[in-house]
């Protein structure tokens, strides 16, 4: 199964559920799926973010 109709099939299962607990888990996995959505950055979008003294401090530790 490829893309839509694993997600058809994913909610004809989901409407099946009738236990809260497992529906309140399926909820979780969908919300966190949700934050997790983040692009690839290269490294160098990460240059200059932190002042020298901010490096140096984490170099100490």
Same mark, same amino acid.
């Given at each position: 199964?490829?893309?839509e $109709? #694993?997600?058809?099939?994913l909610?004809? =299962?989901?409407l099946? /559920?009738?236990? !809260? $607990?497992?529906?309140?888990?399926?909820?979780?996995? /969908? $919300? #966190?799926?949700?934050?997790?959505?983040?692009?690839?950055?290269?490294?160098?979008?990460? $240059?200059?973010?932190?002042?020298? =003294? =901010?490096? !140096? =401090?984490?170099?100490?530790q």
């Amino acid at each position: 199964m490829f893309g839509e $109709a #694993k997600k058809l099939h994913l909610i004809e =299962e989901i409407l099946k /559920i009738e236990n !809260d $607990a497992v529906l309140a888990a399926v909820e979780t996995v /969908i $919300a #966190k799926s949700k934050l997790h959505v983040i692009g690839r950055k290269s490294f160098t979008s990460f $240059a200059g973010m932190w002042t020298k =003294e =901010e490096a !140096d =401090e984490l170099e100490k530790q």
